[in-house]
């Protein structure tokens, strides 16, 4: 059964609070981090990108010995130079719009955990600040 739109907006909505309260949490329940995943993606690219650079020489200068059969040698090492150079960029693009832990960098008090006020009062007052930060 699908949610409609309002259901929607709010489960988003819900999602981002618990992100920003409790980001350690959420990273639990998502596993690896998906800036995690792209660092290392950008990593294994780089080295692939030296290694088709590696075969790109060895092949330049084994093509000039002689045999013609070393030009393939130099391709895959283009080739390979190019397929990793945009893996990279791309990895590393996305690794700027990962989400980063949001709530480690907001002093404490303005988390919501202070220490005077029942529970109930602190939910009021998140939930009023939430409402008001999305414009309702």
Do not use: C, N
Request: glycine letters at 12%.
């Amino acid at each position: 059964m699908a949610l409609s739109e309002e259901e929607q907006r709010l489960l988003d909505q819900m999602e981002a609070a618990l992100a920003a309260e409790d980001p350690k949490l959420v990273s639990t329940l998502r596993g690896t981090g998906t800036r995690k995943i792209h660092r290392r993606r950008a990593a294994t690219a780089g080295v692939g990108f030296f290694l088709g650079l590696g075969l790109l020489v060895v092949g330049l200068y084994l093509m000039s010995d002689g045999p013609i059969g070393f030009v393939a040698l130099s391709l895959v090492g283009f080739a390979a130079m190019v397929a990793s150079a945009v893996t990279a960029i791309y990895a590393w693009q996305h690794v700027g719009h990962a989400a980063p832990d949001q709530g480690r960098d907001r002093p404490r008090a303005q988390q919501g955990t202070s220490s005077d006020g029942s529970f109930m009062d602190k939910m009021e007052e998140r939930w009023r600040r939430r409402r008001d930060e999305s414009g309702f």
